[in-house]
Nanobody, 124 residues
């Protein structure tokens, strides 16, 4: 089992940047594919980005492609989401998730473990 703790959220103006971190417990972090999801008020949780176990492969939602970057440091048991050129529509609670299978999953059901979330608010 793995426990996930997100940090790095906050309030930022449109066009600004934030870097989210997700620290994982346990010694087998490198065996998990990792993902970031977000949920805006009144909306369903949606896929943002995912990264393979080694970090060599990534996938992004079209809405964030070219603006967000997911990367991981397996030595630090941490996955990151660098968010640039933020827009008000990026406002949401951001969650990281871990899955112990083939990796690069884009659906919620593909993930086994979830963090508690961190709030990102982008003002116009």
């Amino acid at each position: 089992q793995v426990q996930l703790v997100e940090s790095g959220g906050g309030l930022v103006q449109a066009g600004g940047s934030l870097r989210l971190s997700c620290a994982a417990s346990g010694r087998t972090f490198s065996s998990y594919g990792m993902g970031w999801f977000r949920q805006a008020p009144g909306k369903e949780r949606e896929f943002v980005a995912t990264i393979s176990r080694s970090g060599g492969s990534t996938l992004y939602a079209d809405s964030v492609k070219g603006r967000f970057t997911i990367f991981r440091d397996n030595a630090k048991n941490t996955v990151y989401l660098q968010m640039n050129s933020l827009k008000p529509e990026d406002t949401a609670v951001y969650y990281c998730a871990a899955e112990n299978s083939i990796g690069l999953r884009v659906t919620l059901r593909g993930y086994d473990y979830w963090g508690q979330g961190t709030q990102v608010t982008v003002s116009s």
